[in-house]
């Protein structure tokens, strides 16, 4: 079945910066959307970013849009998100998203989760 696993989460200080990665492998056709969501403690999960598979249609959460990057490699089924400009409200654990239908703007339909990966900004 497929796996997705992402890496990269740490320990950076407020203003600092992290590149998260996630690849998908696994007996699967090609992904229409890969992106990322997080989520802190005592709250629900917020998506943050997603990728069409033609790389044509990006969107970005209001709250992380201009200052987090997210790319895609289809050839290795992988996605990444270059997170700077890093804020103590940054903080959660963020999970790498697959699926098989197209994202839309401020969401995306999961077919497949990430374990996730901790990230922590302090103030």
């Known amino acids: 079945q497929v796996q997705v696993v992402e890496s990269g989460g740490g320990l950076v200080q407020a203003g600092g910066s992290l590149r998260l990665s996630c690849a998908a492998s696994?007996?699967?056709?090609?992904?229409?959307?890969m992106g990322w969501f997080r989520q802190a403690p005592g709250k629900e999960r917020e998506f943050i970013a997603a990728m069409s598979r033609t790389n044509d249609s990006i969107y970005y959460a209001d709250s992380v849009k201009g200052r987090f990057t997210i790319s895609r490699d289809n050839a290795k089924n992988s996605v990444y998100l270059q997170m700077n400009s890093l804020k103590p409200e940054d903080t959660a654990v963020y999970y790498c998203?697959?699926?098989?239908?197209?994202?839309?703007?401020?969401?995306?339909?999961?077919?497949?989760w990430g374990q996730g990966t901790q990230v922590t900004v302090s103030s």
């Open positions: 998203a697959a699926g098989y239908r197209p994202p839309v703007i401020g969401r995306m339909n999961v077919d497949y």
């Open positions: 696994g007996y699967t056709f090609s992904f229409n959307a």
